[in-house]
């Protein structure tokens, strides 16, 4: 990351560059596993801006799809999915700073075939569910499991192997009194499912309560533009994430940066308010940090602006707003 020295967190962030202490989160250390982020679970770990952590996440099943026998209306039990290690207290974090959390990492573990990915009842981008009610039967309930390596790819059957293109879907902060489902993307985060949220990027979440309570889970080997049927290449993950604070830098929703752009995100329903959100926030941060009128930023971005879709079958769906940096100046 021959960038990092002139990103934002680098930059303005309390530890100004600086490694700090390698900290580890393994399964044993983190012993259960939560399924909603909120303030009022106690911290499994306390780190400085500037440490950074090697955690173990389980896929969104938790491991309990084992094999393509298994289907998930019989081995998982709603709303327990999505496991979520954490919460991660950083010493300095205050309400009104922003937790820089750098992605340097993320390697599938456990034995082959490691990837899966399946068609759940009423769960997905073209089905009838809860909230779109269908008469519609449900769809068939469907399992892949698949291989994993970060070097071959993910090998979807004989004829195609997919890149190994890994990301974090589900990572965020505690909202200040809330205790929402993992499964639900908002203001601090949350399941995204963002392919952005890949090594080589830096996420940045508005802290709602002293020591932010960072959570990560979620990882996914690859995955498409929405999330279609609801379910990426899941994987058990080793992530390795490197955190900062930045003192007074206050902001409404998550953002990200790497090498080549700035993205603001944005989650809700229907989708175009997700979209509004996300570039309604572009447009501050290009008038708040690079002095951008707001008006030209409308107009231009009208025309330079990129939306990346995340998803569009969780109960908000989220997409980010972006424009490249060469655009932006200094």
Known sequence: MDWFGHSIMARRGVANGQ???LHRLDEARQGSYHYVYGPYAEPVLTIRPGDSVEIE????FEGKIQSEADLPTRVLT???VNPQNGPIRVDGATKGDTLAVRIDRVSPRGPQPRGTTCLIPEFGGLVGTG????LNAPL???VRKVEVDETKGVRWNERITLPYEPFIGTLGVSPEIEAISSLVPDYYGGNMDLPDMAPGAIAYFPVHRDGAYLYVGDCHATQGDGELCGVAIEMHAT???TVDVIKGWTIGWPRLENEHLVMA???GRPMEDAARIAYRELIRWLQAD???DPLEAYLFLTQAGRVRLGNMVDPKYTLGASVLKRYLGN
């Not at 996440?57 to 969104?60: I, N, V």
């Not at 909230?131 to 269908?134: Q, R």
């Open 239 to 241: 992530v390795r994430l």
């Open 140 to 142: 068939p309930e469907v």
């Open 265 to 267: 995100i944005g989650s």
């Open 19 to 21: 490694s700090g202490t």
């Open 57 to 60: 996440t389980r896929d969104a």
């Open 78 to 80: 709603l709303p327990y």
């Open 290 to 292: 690079w002095g951008w």
């Open 131 to 134: 909230a779109t009610a269908m």
